[in-house]
């Protein structure tokens, strides 16, 4: 925690937030009572937020607003034609709804983020960011279900085993992932790995690397060069790395160069994380092979594409 302000009493009820927050759910069946929830939660939320409290501190009190959020969701649901009385005659409009401490477009969200409670703890997770009402929003669709090709401004994609499998069968092993959480080692179950709590750019890397980075800026050129400079000191003897074709971009060539092999996809890679199994790309990948045994790379990965020497 990043504030010495912040006292081990706020700390441990910010830790405590999400389980005490389903305590008191469970015990509250009106929109009022959820609504004085919420507004406590937020002001927690301010709080933190203004002490700069940190993630770690931070992420438990968002996980608690939204669960507070999904309880709104559910308690008001949205009512039918009939039930506001607009199921009638040419001129009848309806009586007037009661009032309601939300307008319709935040009521709305709410709704979708009480449908689509069942998958909050995959996305919770799945991610070492602050969980978001907007960011969770966009892994569901307007009909509650999870959306197969809602891949815009998100970074965090986990790569199939088949792949991950692959890069396995050429290094031997897969001793370091720098760029991880724990969902995506269900599959990847490297001997060591790094979570962006742990922050893989501080850590030492060393023996053979699986890394698919941060699909943004300035991550994904980071990690590129950290890789790069453990392969020229020896650090990583072998190393297997995914990035989008971005052929035309600084990183991508550093990393060309570097490497011993290079696989252009036929197709593209189908992307998953924990709201959705697969997504559609907008542009292809590129494996990159650095080490000794790019002949073993190429009788591989020829399975997936063309491969060349770099």
Same mark, same amino acid.
């Given at each position: ?37 919420? +507004? %406590? ?8 937020? /203004?002490?700069?409290?940190?993630? $770690? ?16 969701? $559910? ?8 039930? &506001? ?28 983020? *009480? *449908?689509? /409670? ?8 799945a991610s070492d960011d602050v969980p978001t009402q907007t960011d969770f929003i966009r892994y569901c669709g307007a009909d509650g279900n999870i959306k197969t090709n809602?891949? %815009? ?5 986990? &790569?199939? @085993? $088949?792949?991950? $499998? ?13 760029? &991880?959480?724990?969902? @995506?080692?269900? &599959? ?46 020896? +650090? ?19 990393? *060309? ?35 000794? /045994? *790019?002949?073993?790379?190429? %009788? ?11």
């Open positions: 925690m990043s504030n010495e302000l912040i006292t081990k009493s706020f700390a441990s009820q910010c830790l405590a937030f999400p389980d005490k927050v389903d305590q008191l759910l469970a015990q509250i069946d009106t929109a009022d009572g959820a609504k004085n929830l919420l +507004d %406590k939660a937020s002001a927690m939320q301010h709080y933190a937020d /203004r002490l700069k409290a940190g993630i $770690e501190v931070e992420r438990p009190i968002a996980l608690g607003v939204l669960k507070i959020k999904m309880k709104l969701g $559910e308690l008001l649901p949205a009512k039918s034609p009939k039930e &506001t009385g607009g199921g009638g005659g040419r001129g009848n409009k309806g009586s007037a709804p009661g009032a309601l401490p939300f307008g319709k477009h935040t009521l709305a969200d709410y709704r979708k983020l *009480a *449908a689509n /409670r069942e998958k909050l703890d995959e996305y919770y997770g809602q891949n %815009k401004g998100v970074v965090e994609w986990y &790569t199939p @085993a $088949e792949y991950i $499998e692959a890069a396995r069968k050429v290094m031997g092993s897969i001793d370091v992932d720098p760029a &991880t959480n724990d969902f @995506a080692q269900k &599959t990847v179950d490297a001997a060591t790995h790094y979570t962006a709590k742990d922050d893989g750019l501080a850590q030492d890397w060393a023996g053979t690397v699986w890394m698919n980075p941060p699909f943004k800026m300035p991550e994904v050129a980071q990690f590129i060069a950290k890789l790069c400079e453990a392969v020229e000191t020896g +650090d990583v003897p072998q190393a297997v790395v995914v990035t989008n074709n971005n052929t035309d971009t600084k990183w991508w060539h550093r990393a *060309a160069e570097a490497s011993s092999a290079i696989c252009f996809t036929r197709g593209r890679v189908k992307w998953y994380n924990a709201a959705q199994p697969d997504c559609s790309p907008t542009n292809g990948q590129t494996f990159f092979y650095f080490g000794s /045994r *790019a002949k073993t790379f190429a %009788k591989v990965f020829s399975d997936f594409g063309l491969v060349v020497n770099s």
